[in-house]
T-cell receptor, first 116, second 110 residues
């Protein structure tokens, strides 16, 4: 049982290049999230999904796209990478979304992305 | 002002000391999450609570809903407790989204 797996773990891109980050979970969770973590700031939500085939914008969605074609996978795309997107990206999943249910979010190990 | 404020930002302790990390929030919440991020970067859920107190080993989390405040305590601290501790809240009203504090960096020296 791997939990939440992110690939790749590290990547360096040039400005203008595109790439896709993959998040996979094997816990049959409905909700999945993409965050970015920058120095001196808390984790910020980029996009999230409340189920297969659904996506929604978070706090900082500009420059990113997502897809949830399969329940277990949540893809984050950068169409034209910019230096401002240099960050550590975390994927998370939860059984259902609302905290009152007592269901925590489970996080992947992160993807360190540098845009030159 | 951030919706979730943590204090202190940095904390250095000697092995064996009792540690307290504080979290204050300005919105009504349905639940609060304490997370741990180790130097390697991975994030692990420690507690999720909406009232009272929870304990797991040497870790204790408390929450006071009326005062909009939570504390994370570590008893008999150890160098392996060195990490960033993050507080996050689910806003009331059925929000699916967590709002995160900036984290408290704890260093425990032997």
């Amino acid at each position: 049982n791997a939990g939440v797996t992110q690939t790749p773990k590290f990547r360096v891109l040039k400005t203008g290049q595109s790439m896709t980050l993959l998040c996979a979970q094997d816990m049959n969770h409905e909700y999945m999230y993409w965050y970015r973590q920058d120095p001196g700031m808390g984790l910020r939500l980029i996009h999230y999904s409340v189920g297969e085939g659904t996506t929604a914008k978070g706090e900082v969605p500009d420059g990113y796209n997502v897809s949830r074609l399969k329940k277990q996978n949540f893809l984050l795309g950068l169409e034209s990478a910019a230096p401002s997107q240099t960050s550590v990206y975390f994927c998370a999943s939860s059984l259902i979304g609302q905290g009152a249910s007592g269901q925590p979010q489970h996080f992947g190990d992160g993807t360190r992305l540098s845009i030159l | 002002k951030n919706e979730v404020e943590q204090s202190p930002q940095n904390l250095t302790a000697q092995e064996g000391e009792f540690i307290t990390i504080n979290c204050s929030y300005s919105v009504g919440i349905s639940a609060l999450h304490w997370l741990q991020q180790h130097p390697g970067g991975g994030i692990v859920s420690l507690f999720m609570l909406s009232s009272g107190k929870k304990k797991h080993g040497r870790l204790i989390a408390t929450i006071n809903i009326q005062e909009k405040h939570s504390s994370l305590h570590i008893t008999a601290s150890h160098p392996r407790d060195s990490a960033v501790y993050i507080c996050a809240v689910y806003s009331q009203g059925g929000s699916e989204k967590l709002v995160f504090g900036k984290g408290t960096k704890l260093t425990v020296n032997p």
